[in-house]
């Protein structure tokens, strides 16, 4: 018996991997990183969801993060005097994934907004406190660079995502693995344990 639930969680690995990739994720594509990391999303309006694949800005590492003004107006939009991009003049850090215990939006409605000059676009930011060990950090995540991209985990199979941090209340990390690890809890694998099962009988 063991051994017939060893070749399926191998085929039923085999045909994760064959259908959602195992090679790194750029800018250009959306190809599944080598390093799973997974947690929990809960939106601004709804129920929160398990999710897998993370990852921000389509990076798990070396994500930046930008320094928060200490004064902003009081309005919906808060205006920066200054680019938080421009590494000569702001403070620009950068996080892991690995390193994050979960993310708080405490703010969703209200947007920072960086204009550079008449004709250019305006830049668009939103508060976020990134929660470690014993801490809690403030810090501005730019929109158009900073959108949460993942898959929903459901029965049927997973359901690829893009999230703006405007959308959501918190993000949960709750650890990563290895994509070549057989995920014996994935729809496909517990259908494929099954079929062996039921054949064997």
Sequence with gaps: M???I???LIFGSAFILANFGSQESTIESNKKFKINFYGTIEPRNGNSFDVSN???GNAYK?????EKPEKGETTS???LLSDPRDRKKSIVTLIDLAEIQSITVPEPTVLWVYQKDKGYRAEEYVEVIIHTDGEARHYLKDLDRGEISCEETSASGPLEKKIPFTAIKTLTIKGF???DE???????VKRC???CETHKQ
């Design 182 to 188: 057989v995920d014996k809890d994935h729809p496909c």
């Design 6 to 8: 060893k070749i399926c």
């Design 77 to 79: 939009q808060r205006a």
């Design 2 to 4: 063991k051994k017939h």
């Design 62 to 66: 070396q994500i930046p993060f930008y």
């Design 193 to 195: 344990i099954k079929e």
């Design 177 to 179: 693995k290895h994509r």
């Design 54 to 56: 993370l990852a921000i």
